[in-house]
């Protein structure tokens, strides 16, 4: 499977000439399942940790009209994405790959999915969020879901054939959080409890 993220120009995404918004890939050995703890690893500190509503693609396809792209995925959940802030900014400011910095091991616990029949309101709206044992909480809302959905798949089956079971992370709604060891972290799609886990 392919994780794709689309993300938001922000401070620790400060890309010269990209536009407002970068698409990159995840590798499937960051995925984290089953909520077992995230390890982050030294390299990684200081650790920021954005969240995302993440799509499932169910079915393949290439070069998708957004007219047609809603067939495309079937279900949500929330994701903690955690980037090596320090490490990315390096990287970026010697123009070095940075994959590293945001895909590394178990940097993206993915919660259960939730059908999006169960999720979508009348308005096309889902909710999603986390909130952590220290007192944050990270909360989102996607304005006409089947929209973005279209866009974004759209947009990456311009570059990229989508296949079932791959993953899209949205443009993260809030400024990232940088957790501590030992933080305990729950996540939630519209009134679904969909992942947990320790940072350790």
Known sequence: MTVFVLHNISEHLALNGCGTEVLYTLPDTALQRNGKPVFIPDF?????????????ISRL????SPRFAYRYWDAATVVPHFVAKEMLLE????????SAATGFDSALPVGNFIAKEDLLAADGVIAYGIQTSDGAEMKGTAQDVETLAASAIARISKYYMVRNGDMILLPAPVKGYCPSINTHVEGYVGDHRVLAFNIK
């Open 44 to 56: 990684a500190m200081p650790c920021e940790m954005t969240v995302h509503l993440a799509l499932r």
């Open 91 to 98: 990287a970026q400011r010697q123009g070095l790959p940075w």
């Open 61 to 64: 396809g290439r070069t998708v």
